[in-house]
């Protein structure tokens, strides 16, 4: 009897090992596991790049600037065609046309690509960058002054160079297996974004510069 026991203790035990075991490998939620997110010292500071740097990368790899928006050449191959992606999303644009000239559309794809990967290697679910305007006609401009004092007749938005992530909303992405992925603070999603600009602003690859009160990052393609 005694043996019996101890037999069935042990058999018992194992028995619950194994489900343990196997309950920790079928996780039914995918949890964040954030490590390495330093960000900038400062956003104000690491995207301070003025008007005048923008404009003259702008104006050198740019479309001439454009009156009304039925003049905008979208058949042209000096323009390509922004919409919303694997990569990034494009929100609702009231004061800008989804076109962007390639050098600054190539830009926009490695921006939202290395976020998403900086995030998968930070161990934090996955998001995309949302778009908020793109190119910009006079017209549209003329509309946005009354609502925007950033937004400028010396705008570099007028050449498809120049676009708007925003830094204080992100689109959250659905796992592929359908499981419910923790959310994301939108401070730490700033964090992981300002290191890939500011990768690519050390590559030379872009202008930035932080909008506090349109919170977004105003990049330029170089």
Known sequence: ???LN???IIFSLFALSLTTSCS???QPMKMNE??????VVSYNRSFNDLNKLHLDAAQKIGIKPIDNRDDVPTSSKKL???ETCAAYH??????SLPYLVPQANNLLNSIAQNFQDSLLTKGLNPYKVIVTSVLRTTHDVKRLQK???NASLNSAHFYGTTFDISWKRFQKMEDPKKRPLESVGSDTLKMVLSEVLRDLKKDNKCYIKHEIKQGCFHITAR
């Open 6 to 8: 101890k037999a069935t």
């Open 1 to 3: 009897m005694i043996n």
């Open 80 to 82: 390509s065609l922004v």
């Open 34 to 39: 954030p490590r390495n997110i330093r960000g």
């Open 90 to 95: 494009l929100d609702s644009l009231t004061h």
């Open 24 to 26: 920790k490998k079928e």
């Open 147 to 149: 609502k925007n004092v």
